[in-house]
Nanobody
Framework: QVQLVESGGGLVQAGGSLRLSCTPS????????MGWFRQAPGKEREFVAI????????YCADSVKGRFTISRDNDKNTVYLQMNSLKLDDTAVYYC???????????????WGQGTQVTVSS
């Protein structure tokens, strides 16, 4: 069983930056593809970014492409989401997730964190 813990959320002004971190507890996650999702109030959970096991391949949603970067450090057992040029629409709870598949749908991911709130203010 993999338990994921996110950190780094908070309140930031539009145009600012935040870096989210995700660390699993209980075991290493180097054998998993890792993803970030987000869910705004009243909306469905949506895919943000995914990175493969080695960190050699990434894919981001069009809505964040060029602004967000996903990365991982398997030695530190941590995955990151660097978020730059934040917009009001980026306000959401951000979730880290792990999957054995290279896929973006929510149902493709096996393990989830509890989420961390990101609020972008004007």
């Amino acid at each position: 069983q993999v338990q994921l813990v996110e950190s780094g959320g908070g309140l930031v002004q539009a145009g600012g930056s935040l870096r989210l971190s995700c660390t699993p507890s209980g075991r290493t996650f180097s054998g998993y593809n890792m993803g970030w999702f987000r869910q705004a109030p009243g909306k469905e959970r949506e895919f943000v970014a995914i990175i493969n096991r080695t960190g050699s391949n990434t894919y981001c949603a069009d809505s964040v492409k060029g602004r967000f970067t996903i990365s991982r450090d398997n030695d530190k057992n941590t995955v990151y989401l660097q978020m730059n040029s934040l917009k009001l629409d980026d306000t959401a709870v951000y979730y880290c997730a792990a999957s054995t598949k290279w896929a973006t749908p929510v149902y493709s991911f096996d393990y989830w964190g509890q989420g961390t709130q990101v609020t972008v203010s004007s």
